[in-house]
């Protein structure tokens, strides 16, 4: 009697090991989905929150957080429209784009080809030029600021959205060169050889071969420059003051901080928009980001 | 119709000569293959036949047009790589095509080309892939039709086979030796696998530091070796070599190694009395003897199936056999062996080069 019930204590025991042995990896794969998800809204909290507030009467927003809205939703747009309208946020958003978008182009342009130059060609002068350039990356923008600004003022670039390009794609330019020179060197000797043997100049090497090679790592730098660009609010606070057209968004925001006659709710309308341009963008091109950066690395 | 003149070519880096004077002449439709060791400056020579390497010294024609200043594109020829450099971003049909848009060959030309070459090559059916699809054969067989397209006068292949398998390696070897029978084209080779040489080649040109050693048609090489690199570095396994001098024994010149074995002569050879020789013999011309011979220590037998491999060990020296007949010695035992008097070589103990 006594030995039947040790042995089916150690039979069900030695199951019982064995289920929960088997359930640990399941157990713990969803132990990491839980704490991904719980990171997943950690982040994207600020941005729900951002969100919903900006679409929630003044009035609700200044009495009530914005998670009530999960219980009595109200919802209007007059935030949206206040702030396109009668704060410029509209023309705001126009006059980023109208930086941003050159901006980056032209240093997405002159770096691809900078690098080119530094990886292929052997010219008197290029060890210094890239010493130059390593100084200009870890050169502060602070320091420039006030030479600019009077060379500015005496060239009359000042208030102007050129003037900006100028500074823009001049401060990424070090940084850009350097992130397609490490691609571009990964790319083997022999492919350029085979290229000169089937008869491609060296112009038609660059645009049939080169660059669309270059196509992921030049989306990161795209994005990355659009992203400074977007984001940066000392230049053209410093450097477009005086001018006719509407500020660009980050200096409008951060005017709309300091008055508070208006209320919160535009301020988180406006907020919003002018996040949703920049994580559209990363949305859509999300791939490249990673795999630009990685580029370099493995050679494919 | 193209034959290829090298002639007196030097190369130089900085101060460092790399290539020495180099002579060689490949007639029209010949498959000659550029073979040594590594670091011998076959590649760098293949390379100035190309145009991607500058010539320091010398002339090189190709047909009756002297190219030293002649820039890669324009010299009609076509280069294989070792890692194939196909474009990534290309299908193989755009691999193929591109060079040809280049030189403004009209649309339907191309077209019939590429069908052409992809059918010798049986790449028919993967034109429209991306080379990160296709194996290692056939990205090989892809730079191969790349090169085929332009009809050059001449094809150059640098050490194509080495990043391939094995058994695809003997596959492709044939393939390589059929296409070229095919197309008739002047074919330049460099490899540093012998095999290959002497598998494919019409000529064989063996180079050692940036120096022509021998130049000669494969079984020449194997039979009368100019010297005793190319005698060591032709046929495998290598050469067996005895250092020693000739005496006279029993009134007969006959080679007496140093440390006193006694080795027949062949029968041709004059060589005065007192000289210091190295004799050279290939494991395959060893025949086992019953009693009689030399005696040899077992010390390793090695059976592949169609033949054996011995390890012996003659006197103070290493000797390495190879038979048709399955060997039972155990180690440590002895055995009779004879070289073939006919295929001994003889070479100067000192300069290497060959005697008889």
């Not at chain 1, 022999?190 to 000169?196: D, F, G, P």
Request: net charge positive.
């Amino acid at each position: 009697m006594t030995a039947a019930t040790v042995q089916q204590s150690g039979a069900v025991s030695a199951a019982a090991t064995q289920s929960v042995g088997s359930k640990r990896p399941r157990l713990l794969r969803w132990l990491v989905h839980l704490v991904v998800i719980v990171f997943i809204a950690l982040w994207f909290m600020p941005i729900m929150a951002l969100l919903v507030s900006s679409f929630r009467p003044q009035a609700d927003t200044a009495s009530s957080g914005w998670w009530t809205v999960l219980v009595r939703p109200v919802f209007t747009a007059d935030n949206y429209f206040l702030a396109l309208d009668q704060l410029k946020v509209a023309g705001s958003l126009g006059t980023s784009l109208a930086i941003a978008i050159p901006s980056t182009i032209l240093t997405v342009m002159l770096s691809m080809i900078g690098a080119y130059a530094l990886v292929r060609m052997k010219f008197p002068g290029r060890t210094a030029l890239s010493l130059l350039l390593v100084a200009l990356l870890i050169t502060p923008p602070q320091i420039t600021l006030v030479p600019l600004l009077r060379l500015y003022n005496a060239v009359g670039l000042a208030g102007t959205i050129p003037g900006i390009w100028l500074y823009q794609v001049g401060f990424t330019l070090p940084f850009g060169i350097f992130l397609l020179r490490g691609f571009l060197a990964s790319i083997p000797q022999e492919l350029y050889e085979s290229a000169n043997l089937d008869g491609a100049s060296e112009l038609r090497t660059f645009f049939s071969i080169v660059m669309p090679l270059s196509r992921p790592i030049m989306a990161s730098l795209g994005i990355m420059a659009f992203l400074w660009s977007w984001n940066d609010l000392l230049i053209p606070l410093l450097f477009m003051g005086g001018s006719g057209m509407s500020p660009p968004i980050t200096v409008n925001l951060a005017g709309l901080v300091a008055q508070t006659t208006q209320g919160q709710g535009p301020l988180m309308a406006a907020t919003f928009l002018s996040v949703a341009v920049p994580l559209l963008l990363i949305i859509s091109l999300q791939r490249y980001f990673v795999r630009g950066i990685l580029g370099g690395a493995v050679k494919g | 119709m193209t034959s290829v003149s090298i002639d007196g070519v030097r190369k130089a880096y900085g101060a460092t000569n790399v290539i020495h004077g180099v002579n060689i002449e490949i007639d029209d439709g010949e498959f000659v293959v550029l073979v040594g060791p590594s670091g011998c400056g076959k590649s760098t020579l293949l390379r100035m036949i190309a145009g991607l390497e500058e010539i320091s010294g010398g002339q090189i024609r190709i047909g009756s047009r002297v190219v030293n200043d002649v820039s890669a594109k324009d010299r009609d020829i076509a280069m294989v790589f070792q890692s194939y450099a196909l474009y990534p971003h290309m299908t193989v049909a755009d691999n193929m095509a591109f060079s040809l848009k280049l030189k403004g060959i009209a649309k339907p030309e191309r077209e019939a080309r590429i069908a052409k070459a992809a059918d010798i090559l049986g790449l028919t059916p993967m034109l429209k892939r991306y080379p990160k699809q296709l194996s290692g054969g056939q990205r090989q067989r892809v730079a191969m039709g790349r090169a085929i397209v332009r009809n050059p006068q001449v094809f150059l292949f640098d050490e194509p086979l080495s990043n391939l398998d094995a058994k695809l390696r003997v596959e492709m070897r044939s393939e390589i030796k059929a296409l070229q029978h095919r197309l008739k084209t002047t074919m330049i080779y460099v490899t540093h696998d012998q095999i290959e040489a002497m598998t494919m080649a019409d000529k064989i040109v063996v180079m050692r530091d940036g120096v022509v050693e021998q130049c000669d048609s494969p079984l020449n090489l194997y039979d009368r070796p100019a010297n005793k690199f190319v005698a060591a570095f032709i046929g495998s396994p290598s050469m067996n070599f005895i250092e020693g001098t000739i005496r006279t024994v029993e009134g007969h010149p006959s080679f007496v190694s140093h440390d006193g074995v006694i080795l027949p002569m062949p029968s041709a050879a004059v060589v005065p009395d007192g000289v210091s020789v190295t004799y050279g013999f290939r494991p395959e011309h060893l025949a086992l003897g019953k009693y009689d011979g030399i005696g040899a220590i077992v010390r390793l037998v090695e059976p592949t199936g169609s033949e054996t491999m011995v390890q012996l060990r003659v006197g103070e020296n290493d000797v390495v056999g190879v038979f048709r007949e399955r060997v039972s010695a155990a180690e440590g035992s002895t055995i009779h062996i004879q070289p073939d008097p006919e295929r001994v070589h003889l070479f100067h103990a000192e300069t290497g080069l060959r005697l008889a």
